[in-house]
C-alpha cells in the first residue's frame, strides 16, 4: 500500500511539475528512478500517462484524466494517516503562494514558530505578486487581495487593512503636505500594481467623494518596489497599511491625508482541496490569521 501510494504521489507531482527531474527532487529520487517508477506505472495500467519530449513531460489525456481522479484519493489518505497518528504532526510539504510584499512582512516573520510548532513539516513558500493558479502550481494556500471570484476554494478571511496615501519626510519637505485629494495632482505619483485604477484615486470624508485622476512619473510592477521607491523620496504611494505599516510606525514613511477614507483591501487565505485541504495548510491559515489579528 505504501510503495503503490508513494508511486501516485509521484506521478502526480510529475504531472504538476511538467519533469521526471523537479519531481523526484522533491522525493530525493533521481531523474532515472522517476521515470522508471513511472513507467512500470504506464505498463501496470496498460495506457500512456505521459508525453515526453526533450524539453518537457505533459500528460496526455488519460494522464489528465487519472491525475483529476486520484489527487483527491491522495488528500483523503494523507487526510487519514493525519488523523490516525491522533498526535497533531504535521508532515510533508506546504506550498503557499503570495505576493512578495506580503511575504517579505506578514509570512516570513511568523514562520519560525509555525516552524517550530511542526518540526517535521517543509514549508515551499512561491512568491510572485501575479495570481497564480493553485491547481497548475500546486499551492496549498494562496494569499488573494480583493473580492473573490465564485470559487470551489476554501477561504478565510485574514483582514481587510486600510488603503493609505503615504511619502517620505524628505519628499514632503521639498513638495509640501497636501490638504486635500485635489492637492494630489501636483505632486510626483508612484503607482503600483494595486494603485492603476482607470477611474483614479477615490477619497471619501463626511459623507462626500472626491476622486482624482493620477498620472504615476514612476510605475512599478511589484508592491514592495513602490514602498522603497516612496522611502527613497521619489513621490507619493498609494498602498494597504500592511504594506508599509513598519515604515509608518518608525517615521521613514508619513500617512497623508488620514482624514480621508480610501476604502479597504480585503485580503483571504485561499486553501485548494474544498473539503479535503492539508491539514497543514488550514494549521497554517490559523497560525497567520491569529499573528494578523494581533498585529
Avoid at 249 to 265: H, K, M, Q
Amino acid at each position: 500500500m505504501a510503495d503503490n501510494f508513494s508511486t501516485l504521489r509521484l506521478f502526480a507531482r510529475v504531472a504538476r511539475t511538467g519533469s521526471f527531474t523537479a519531481a523526484g527532487k522533491e522525493v530525493g529520487l533521481s531523474q532515472p528512478s522517476v521515470s522508471r517508477i513511472i513507467s512500470n506505472l504506464e505498463k501496470d495500467l496498460g495506457v500512456l500517462l505521459f508525453a515526453r519530449s526533450t524539453h518537457a513531460v505533459r500528460p496526455t489525456e488519460a494522464g489528465e484524466e487519472y491525475l483529476t481522479r486520484i489527487e483527491p484519493i491522495i488528500a483523503d489518505i494523507e487526510e487519514a494517516n493525519h488523523f490516525v497518528r491522533g498526535t497533531g504532526e504535521l508532515r510533508g510539504k506546504l506550498r503557499i503562494g503570495a505576493a512578495t510584499s506580503f511575504a517579505q512582512r506578514e509570512i516570513i516573520p511568523v514562520l519560525p514558530a509555525f516552524l517550530a510548532q511542526h518540526p517535521k513539516l517543509k514549508v515551499d513558500l512561491v512568491l510572485t505578486d501575479s495570481r497564480q493558479d493553485l491547481i497548475d502550481e500546486a499551492i496549498d494556500v494562496a494569499i488573494r487581495y480583493g473580492p473573490l471570484d465564485d470559487s470551489t476554494m476554501v477561504a478565510r478571511k485574514l483582514g481587510d487593512p486600510p488603503r493609505i496615501i503615504a511619502a517620505s519626510p524628505a519628499y514632503l519637505a521639498r513638495a509640501g503636505h497636501p490638504k486635500q485629494p485635489a492637492d494630489l495632482v501636483d505632486h510626483q505619483i508612484v503607482l503600483g500594481p494595486s494603485s492603476r485604477a482607470k477611474a483614479g484615486w477615490s477619497f471619501e470624508k463626511d459623507g462626500k467623494v472626491q476622486s482624482i485622476r493620477v498620472d504615476g512619473r514612476v510605475m512599478i510592477t511589484v508592491n514592495e518596489g513602490t514602498t522603497v521607491a516612496a522611502l527613497a523620496g521619489m513621490g507619493v504611494v498609494n498602498t494597504a497599511l500592511w504594506g508599509c505599516r513598519a515604515e509608518i510606525e518608525n517615521g521613514s514613511l508619513v500617512r497623508l491625508l488620514p482624514d480621508w477614507d480610501l476604502g479597504t483591501i480585503e485580503v483571504h487565505a485561499l486553501l485548494s482541496g474544498g473539503k479535503r485541504t492539508k491539514p497543514s495548510a488550514r494549521a497554517f491559515t490559523k497560525h497567520l490569521q491569529q499573528a494578523l489579528s494581533n498585529a
